[in-house]
């Protein structure tokens, strides 16, 4: 349970400024120039972080390279490499809420989520791919007498790392978990506006046991840092989350080096399709909300393209409608609030420009859509329920990223394929339905990494998160997160 004055406590503690993980070493900018971080519950200073340059990029990258090379942790024993990667889970367990109130303070997620969500999911991944490590084996190929094929898997080398600011520990620990425990050396690059806390749990790693330079943080600029990382030539590996505009300016990095492997995933347009014999619409009212709602629609797989069968239409907006607004929008360190501050005026300013051009195009914003709590000196918006939205609307095939739905009808299950497939992005939706028939055609036809029924959410690290078209490729969680951190050699032996 959530304890208001340890967070009080924690909210009003000096924030000192950070430094970058490079070599083991905690260490300013090479030119000693910083980012200011602004906290979104209230606008103010909270602290600064390194204005990373090219050279701390490289300075980090060879330190990952020589901990690849000579540093041993490659070759280290798997079960050596568990304990270390164990005691690290356990000291992000032992310092969670100190974690989480750090976070909200940097990126705006409320409270009851952050803490869930960024470093017990972090203790969860990390310990999920800790355990796994001794249990991923080589193979036998199936030969002819005389001959011996083998299947190693080796780790493929330094791994570069770029995380989004919405869930940096969650995100983050997707992406290290694997690469660390398969023997990789990592350079992680957290997003401008939430650096904090995964620079606090590399700190963290080090004090586990973490050999030097296996895990160096560096913050900074995307078009500094991210792009250092990207177009490097020992760097064998490249992981992003963000958007799709950066994704193919990785590539494009890639290509022009060393033609490192890149895996991206790059958001959605993600559709909640409610049929009318939906089993029961008050909880796919309620679902629906926070799969929209919840850290202020930050999320990748957010559902905010809500599908409705007509007939059913008009009683379930009005549902959404009345259950929307009893959500509590304020302070994200109130454990009471359902929904936090938009990480920053960037972003705010962004979800009100589309709410603003679907109003001008004559739809109709049935809740929400404008600012509040401006006297906060925070970045909060309302929960926006957008209805009359036709399918080309841009408002319903762009990512918006914020508390904001789009609101769609549909008359037959092809037309609610049509318009959910009808986006260029393929990365998450729901079906709300009570016929199991239904319910295996819509996750056949409907192109999408992640298909939830009579849910949204909700699905733990035994499966794969990823996307298809251009919601990117490869995947977070699961064993199959290994495939990215992993090459295959084979020894073929004649006897």
């Known amino acids: 349970m959530l304890d208001p004055d340890r967070i009080e406590a924690l909210r009003n503690q000096p924030q000192a400024p950070a430094s970058h993980v490079i070599g083991g070493e905690l260490r300013p900018a090479s030119d000693g120039t910083v980012l200011e971080v602004i906290s979104p519950i209230d606008g103010s200073l909270l602290t600064t972080v390194p204005k990373g340059t090219r050279e701390d990029a490289e300075a980090a990258i060879a330190a990952a390279r ?38 909200v303070r940097d990126n705006g997620t409320e409270i009851g989520m952050a803490l869930k969500a960024e470093p017990m999911s972090a203790v969860a991944t990390i310990r999920y791919y800790a355990e796994a490590i001794d249990k991923i084996g080589g193979e036998i190929a199936p030969t002819a007498p005389g001959n011996l094929g083998l299947v190693h898997k080796e780790p493929a080398g330094v791994v570069g790392a ?50 030097a330079g296996v895990l160096n943080v560096v913050t900074g600029e995307g078009a500094v840092v991210g792009d250092a990382i990207a177009r490097s030539m020992e760097v064998d590996v490249l992981v992003f989350t963000g958007s799709g505009a950066t994704g193919r ?149 762009e990512e918006v990223f914020g508390p904001v739905l789009a609101v769609l009808p549909f008359d037959t299950e092809d037309e609610a394929v049509a318009i959910a497939n009808g986006t260029d992005y393929g990365l998450a939706a729901a079906v709300w339905t009570g016929n199991l028939s239904r319910a295996h ?21 035994t499966v794969p998160l990823g996307g298809v078209k251009q919601s990117g490729n490869g995947h977070d969680k699961s064993l199959h997160a290994f495939e990215k951190y992993l090459d295959l050699k084979t020894a073929w032996i004649k006897l």
Request: contains cysteine.
């Open 66 to 103: 020589r901990a690849f090379d000579e540093g041993g942790w490659p070759e280290m024993a798997p079960a050596a490499r568990k304990k270390i990667l164990l005691k690290w889970a356990d000291l992000i367990e032992a310092n969670a809420l100190e974690l989480a109130v750090l976070g």
């Open 162 to 211: 770029i995380v989004p600011w919405n869930f940096p520990l969650m995100i983050g620990a997707w992406k290290l978990g694997p690469a660390l425990a398969a023997g990789c050396t990592v350079v992680l690059k957290p997003a401008e506006t939430a650096s904090l806390t995964l620079l606090r749990i590399a700190e963290l790693a080090l004090e586990a046991g973490l050999p």
């Open 249 to 397: 300016r990785l590539l494009e990095a890639s290509a022009q080096s060393n033609m490192k492997r890149v895996y991206l995933e790059l958001g959605g347009k993600s559709p909640n399709i409610v049929f009318a014999d939906a089993p029961d619409l008050d909880e796919a009212v309620k679902v629906s909300a926070n799969g929209i709602f919840r850290n202020s629609g930050q999320v990748c797989v957010a559902g905010s393209r809500l599908l409705v069968e007509r007939s059913l239409h008009d009683a379930f907006v009005e549902k959404l409608s009345a259950f929307t607004e009893t959500m509590k929008v304020g302070d994200p360190l109130d454990p009471a609030v359902s929904a936090g501050a938009v990480n920053s005026l960037r972003q705010l300013e962004q979800n009100l420009a589309f709410v603003e051009e679907a109003r001008a195009q004559g739809r109709t914003i049935v809740t929400g859509g404008t600012r509040i709590l401006q006297e906060t000196g925070g970045y909060y918006m309302a929960p926006t329920i957008v209805t009359d939205v036709k399918p080309d609307d841009r408002i319903a095939r």
């Open 441 to 461: 055609r819509m996750i056949r036809r409907i192109r999408a990494g992640v298909v939830h029924v009579n849910t949204y959410g909700g699905s733990d690290l």
